[in-house]
């Protein structure tokens, strides 16, 4: 079964720090990638996805993240983080094994930035 | 539009009984997943529906768990004879179509949060 691993599950920055959130997958097939993010009371949303071409996805709010397929990664990035920030970070994927329809989740990373 | 709603948000029933969770996709989306969060733990797929096809219900955790989507839209979740272990938010989220890889983006609902006393 597909599985996704984040491996912070807490992080604490300073505004202007930067930002990497790690994220790997089991999967070997042909995946499709997410980020996902959730601000306090708000409804989750889509950060960014890869699906095919250049590797360098890039977001909204200045986010990226880079797919890595020899290394099952996705790992997302932000140069300076914003007090805005603040909010709990999915990684997600989906694959040819279940169809391409339901995404599978990480346990999701908190990020606490501090102005 | 509109985005993605559901009700009630917040649902709290004693074990045992029976709760219905309701979402609203967004007009014109074909695909509509449920999924559940439990405390601590990532988000888990528990069935899919896409247009008059038959959903995918590889997800439910038990026969306790069902849900149909009525004319292709408002979706109703049903839990039977309720347990603890069932508390969690659950999601709903729709997207425009889903066929093949390059499926649309899943936009999803502010959640149900069930608490089983």
């Known amino acids: 079964a597909q599985s996704v691993s984040q491996h912070n599950h807490h992080v604490i920055l300073s505004e202007a720090a930067s930002l990497e959130l790690g994220c790997n997958y089991s999967?070997?097939?042909?995946?499709?990638l997410f980020w996902y993010v959730q601000y306090p009371g708000q409804h989750l949303q889509l950060l960014l996805k890869?699906?095919?071409?250049?590797?360098l996805v890039k977001g909204i709010k200045g986010f990226e993240a880079e797919f890595i397929k020899s290394k099952f990664s996705f790992n997302l990035r932000k140069p300076s983080v914003q007090w805005s920030d603040t909010a709990e970070y999915f990684c997600?994927?989906?694959?040819?094994?279940?169809?391409?329809?339901?995404?599978?989740f990480g346990t999701g990373t908190r990020l606490l930035v501090s102005p | 539009g509109a985005g993605v709603s559901q009700s009630p948000s917040n649902k709290v029933t004693e074990k045992g009984k029976d709760v219905e969770l309701r979402c609203d996709p967004i007009?014109?989306?074909?695909?509509l997943y449920w999924y559940r969060q439990s405390l601590g733990q990532g988000l888990e797929f528990l069935i899919y529906?896409?247009?008059?096809?038959?959903?995918?219900k590889s997800g439910l955790p038990s026969d306790r768990f069902s849900a149909e989507r009525t004319g292709g839209s408002v979706s109703t979740l049903t839990i039977q004879r309720t347990q603890q272990e069932d508390s969690a938010v659950y999601l709903c989220?729709?997207?425009?179509?889903?066929?093949?890889?390059?499926?649309?983006?899943?936009?999803f609902g502010p959640g149900t949060r069930l608490t089983v006393l």
């Open positions: 999967y070997g097939g042909t995946v499709n």
């Open positions: 989220a729709s997207s425009l179509a889903s066929s093949g890889r390059f499926t649309d983006t899943q936009y």
């Open positions: 529906f896409q247009g008059n096809s038959a959903p995918d």
């Open positions: 890869y699906f095919s071409g250049d590797p």
């Open positions: 997600a994927v989906n694959g040819e094994n279940t169809g391409f329809q339901k995404l599978v």
């Open positions: 007009s014109g989306h074909t695909a």
